[in-house]
């Protein structure tokens, strides 16, 4: 077997909501991890602590215990925040949503170049790996629309270019298939897997969309904040 490469690890990430009667364990001791180059599926119903534990590892939210480590950098030492994060967060870190949340006012290749600016890229270099991104993704030739003038799909693109232009090690993503039709969101769960494998990025993706489950590489399914790691794809 080759040797696997890890992108991030969770030892014992628990957390609770509330006191008294608003008490919840939203999270319980919680321990997994995500290679790179794979896709993973988080599956449960509703209130089951899905976006609990991205937030979590996407280092916005903070659990009560537990440790994290992303790219090899530790960042969470029993509950509590290690290191640099900012970095992490900026270059370690990708984020997906299911609206794409692009800034109305730039361009698309403007809303990927936001990030790297942020990040002291040089122009030109931003300019080069921006371009590369979008040929990629297949929306080059939407560079200079605003983003309502984009469909859906493409927009989402553009949320997908922006979180992987920094090559992150993990990419995090809530329903991002939610608001698409069958193909189209099959089509966007595939353009994580290219990701995955081109790049070397850990995908771990919020979805009920059963639909493309076959394209996913392992499944978690979680329930009352216990995780239960399936090592195959759900249709495999
Ligand atoms: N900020 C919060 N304050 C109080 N309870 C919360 C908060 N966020 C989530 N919860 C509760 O924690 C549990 C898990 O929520 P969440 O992680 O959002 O689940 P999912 O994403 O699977 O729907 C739910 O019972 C939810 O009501
Ligand atoms: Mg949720």
Sequence with gaps: MNPTKIALRAEGLSKHYGEGNTFIQALQSCDFELQAGEVVALLGPSGSGKSTLLTIIGLINRPDCGSLWIGGNQVIRDGTLVGDVNRVRRQELGFVFQRSNLIPFLSAEENVRVVMELDGTSPSEARVRCREIMEDLGIADRADNAPNQLSGGQQQRVAIARALVNHP??????????????????????????????????VLVVTHDHRSLDLVDRTFEIEDGLLEINETSADS
């Design 169 to 202: 090690s993990v990419l995090l993503t809530d329903e991002p298939t939610a608001a698409l039709d069958k193909e189209r969101g099959r089509q966007v769960m595939g353009l994580f897997k290219k990701a995955a494998k081109q790049r070397g990025a850990a």
